[in-house]
Nanobody, 123 residues
Framework: QVQLVESGGGSVQAGDSLRLSCAASWHTFRRYTMGWFRQAPGKEREFVAAITWSGGTTYYADSVKGRFTISRDNAKNTSNLQMNSLKPEDTAVYYC????????????????WGQGTQVTVSS
């Protein structure tokens, strides 16, 4: 069974850092684009970052560009999201996703999703 499991969320102060991890349960992980999305209470899910199967190309939402870094380790079937200089507006449940989307910022184009991990940033 295909499974994605996020970890690393928590409660931090503004300006702090967190590193989220997404572990995939299948060996074909390396074939997929990995994406990170987030959803704040009362808001729609939004794109955060994505990385192609080879790790050669990364994409970021304007709101996180320069603060967040996405990476992947295909040997370990993991994707990470390093989040620096966190702001209260980064508070959300963060989800990782895998798929072959033609548009990496469209969540509906991803095939597999994790259960999410909560990130709370206080001022």
């Amino acid at each position: 069974q295909v499974q994605l499991v996020e970890s690393g969320g928590g409660s931090v102060q503004a300006g702090d850092s967190l590193r989220l991890s997404c572990a995939a349960s299948w060996h074909t992980f390396r074939r997929y684009t990995m994406g990170w999305f987030r959803q704040a209470p009362g808001k729609e899910r939004e794109f955060v970052a994505a990385i192609t199967w080879s790790g050669g190309t990364t994409y970021y939402a304007d709101s996180v560009k320069g603060r967040f870094t996405i990476s992947r380790d295909n040997a370990k079937n993991t994707s990470n999201l390093q989040m620096n200089s966190l702001k209260p507006e980064d508070t959300a449940v963060y989800y990782c996703a895998a798929g072959a989307p033609v548009a990496v910022d469209r969540g509906t184009l991803y095939d597999y999703w994790g259960q999410g991990t909560q990130v709370t940033v206080s001022s």
